[in-house]
DNA sequence: TATTGTTATACTCTATAACTATA
DNA sequence: TATAGTTATAGAGTATAACAATA
């Protein structure tokens, strides 16, 4: 019960040793900031940038299909598409034949952005990877190929926080 | 502005070349999730978690120093601590010299926690880094580490949302 | 007047589910 | 009855700043 003497020094961060997954997850939580940072001068969350590069990958889906390959649910998808769709980035367009489902389209405009987007994405991709050499990047993308595929992580798609749990411990 | 044939077949995520950040930020998010959810069982939170694991290497701390080591705002820092009084698995101390500060301590019933969590969290890191050899573990290590060093990343400090940007881009 | 810890308010984001119009 | 998209409601988490006690 008595009080050990108040140390007045500075906080001792307990050193634990390297950690693997401590340490992807502080640099993700960076890697997901700094992209977010050289996105925003465009007016693009990381989410819009996803989904404005699967419509042009995909265009003519509906936003349903769209929303599910991102895992994004669809009364979300409704306000990230009219923000989109309100500055002119891309259409619903109706269909024809079933009058319930919205298909869409990226604009003029938005091509244009997208394109600016990617360059902005790859200009990122290379200052982050700067302070490795190529061989090394190589053999760092090869690692975490491996634990993304032990993960079940899909290619292209960010497991925000979206998906509650997929299976599996 | 005439409709493009409505493809129906299956969304094609856009392959992009491998990515560096984009793993990083996909793997970060999916180790985050999996570190809170074998941590759930034992009720602490990561954010709990780390505090525990804090305090317990800076007994008689102030509760303002410990929240500015893990970039916890003290308001913040306030329900935190509420809580894990409450649960009995820290104390605040009162400071005979200055009355305004909160010293906190780890009861034993927060030390045996501590342990157990300890437990768990190294057990994670074994699964998460299964897929790996033991020196494909430690090449792994070596090169997140350059990249956490030149995001100025500070060891045993996770970068959650708290911080808002540091300097320099 | 400055500082530690606390409390209160407002804001953002999200999930959930109700709702509409079609099928 | 089921489905695509939409809207509404409520909840969690947070930042901000006001506040009380003490220095």
Redesign the interface.
Known sequence: MS?????EGP??????P??????????????????Q?VMAPLGLEPRQFLLM??V??????TQQ??G??LNIPASRMVAIVDELERRGLLER?P?PADRRVR?L?VTAEGRRLLQQALEV?MA??QR?????GPA??E???A?????????Q?????????TTP?PAG?
Chains 1, 2 share one sequence.
């Not at 009080?3 to 140390?7: E, I, M, R, Y």
């Not at 906080?11 to 634990?16: K, L, R, S, W, Y």
Request: charge should be negative; proline fraction near 4%; aromatic fraction near 6%.
């Open positions: 009080d050990v003497k108040p140390a906080v001792n961060i307990g050193e634990a390297s950690s693997v997954g401590f340490l992807l997850s502080q640099l993700g939580f960076v890697m997901a900031r700094r992209f940072q590069r699967l042009a990958f995909n265009e003519g889906k299909a769209l599910e390959a367009h269909d298909r389209y994405a990122h991709e982050v990877s700067a302070p490795l090394e990047r053999q760092l993308l690692l975490l190929h491996r634990l993304a595929d032990d993960q992580i899909t290619a292209g798609v960010h497991p925000d926080l749990d411990c």
